[in-house]
């Protein structure tokens, strides 16, 4: 599959391989098999579909200047997909098969991974319950599955600002809940107020902690950040703290290494939902930020309590920095002092 560098949206189309393996009680993991892309033969009571046991990754693949490709940060997903595992009580797959199998695939569909600047192959590894059972208990048989898709960005306004709505009344995640694991049901339980946030003219929601509905969370599928500039200061970038409700981004730990590199003062505290929206409040910028949609700009924000624009509509120079300096380390346009390319061995791109 060799993939041209003209929209692609984001998700509608894959490669023609998956890698697969298969876990049971009595066995353990099978070895990783690379076969063709095709649908899954599940039995009706397999209790993924019951009970909820599914979890996922994202992560993408970069050409590179040299027709290499690599993977960013595919440790950190693979360290995150074990914890998901276990608080889901299913089995976790060692971190060098999770990143071999990202491997087999890049390797096979590598002609897939297209060549446009903002452009990137985007795995989702994924686990299933498979065991047909209707007994209300963990599995004791489940598949790991990587598959891939050609992509551009994940929205379909490109890098433009996008407007969100701080939901005060359903929940995304609660102490002591899922939420900092990456699993099927976090996302299912988000889609009324996505709806809801669109049918406002918003883009998406950014979600308030469920015990009190004041402080700020994160997005959806993307994590919050940002910027805090008095007149006559320096910026200083914020982000929420994480505390088991929020998600461990790959992208913001990126985010905040970076903003270190360039000087950027970060802080990790509450942030509360008046800050953003009082209209004197020294919030000049906010974006969102993770694998599928790398940096967004946050033009405004809306609830039921009222409503802001950001000065900078959300493009100033902390969150254009941020972008610039993240995209320039994935592509190979400027050096990867962290370390966190990961190279695939064996692709040799034109």
């Known amino acids: 599959m060799t993939v041209a560098t003209a929209r692609l949206?984001?998700?509608?189309?894959?490669?023609?391989?998956?890698?697969?393996?298969?876990?049971?009680?009595?066995?353990?993991?099978?070895?990783?098999?690379?076969t063709r892309n095709a649908p899954l033969s599940l039995h009706p009571a397999a209790m993924s579909l019951h009970y909820g046991q599914a979890i996922f990754e994202g992560l993408k693949a970069y050409r590179q200047p040299d027709?290499?490709?690599?993977l960013f940060t595919p440790h950190r997903n693979a360290e995150r997909f074990a914890r998901s595992a276990a608080r889901l009580a299913m089995p976790q797959l060692p971190p060098d098969a999770f990143i071999e199998a990202c491997e087999l695939l890049v390797r096979a569909d590598a002609e897939a991974i297209p060549g446009g600047f903002g452009q990137s192959l985007y795995l989702r590894p994924f686990m299933i319950a498979t065991e047909?059972?209707?007994?209300v208990r963990a599995a004791t048989e489940y598949?790991?599955?990587?598959?891939?898709?050609?992509?551009?960005?994940?929205?379909?306004?490109?890098?433009?600002?996008?407007?969100?709505?701080?939901?005060?009344?359903?929940?995304?995640?609660?102490?002591?809940?899922?939420?900092?694991?990456?699993?099927?049901?976090?996302?299912?339980?988000s889609m009324p107020a996505k709806a809801?946030?669109?049918?406002?003219?918003?883009?998406?929601?950014?979600?308030?902690?469920?015990?009190?509905?004041?402080?700020?969370e994160e997005l959806s599928a993307m994590n919050f950040f940002c910027v805090r500039q008095p007149a006559g200061d320096q910026p200083?970038?914020?982000?929420?703290?994480?505390?088991?409700?929020?998600?461990?981004?790959?992208?913001?730990?990126?985010?905040?290494?970076?903003?270190?590199?360039?000087?950027?003062?970060?802080?990790?505290?509450?942030?509360?939902l008046a800050e953003l929206l009082d209209p004197d409040s020294p919030i000049t910028e906010a974006f969102a930020c993770g694998t599928a949609a790398t940096v967004v700009p946050i033009g405004g924000f809306a609830s039921e309590n009222g409503q802001r624009r950001l000065p900078t509509e959300g493009v100033g120079p902390v969150t254009?920095?941020?972008?610039?300096?993240?995209?320039?380390?994935?592509?190979?346009?400027s050096p990867d002092t962290h370390r966190w390319m990961h190279r695939v061995d064996g692709v040799s791109l034109p």
């Open 143 to 189: 598949l790991f599955a990587v598959i891939a898709s050609p992509v551009d960005h994940f929205f379909a306004s490109g890098a433009a600002a996008i407007d969100v709505w701080c939901e005060s009344r359903h929940s995304r995640a609660a102490s002591g809940g899922t939420g900092e694991a990456k699993c099927a049901g976090n996302y299912a339980g």
């Open 196 to 216: 809801a946030a669109v049918a406002r003219g918003c883009h998406e929601v950014l979600w308030l902690d469920a015990a009190e509905g004041n402080w700020v």
């Open 320 to 333: 254009t920095m941020m972008l610039e300096a993240l995209m320039a380390i994935q592509y190979g346009r």
């Open 132 to 135: 047909a059972s209707l007994g």
């Open 236 to 272: 200083e970038l914020l982000t929420p703290p994480l505390g088991g409700t929020i998600l461990h981004g790959s992208t913001r730990a990126a985010l905040l290494t970076l903003a270190g590199d360039h000087g950027v003062k970060v802080t990790e505290r509450p942030i509360a």
């Open 67 to 70: 027709g290499t490709a690599a």
């Open 9 to 34: 949206g984001f998700g509608v189309t894959f490669t023609d391989h998956m890698v697969v393996a298969n876990w049971s009680q009595a066995t353990g993991w099978t070895p990783l098999s690379l």
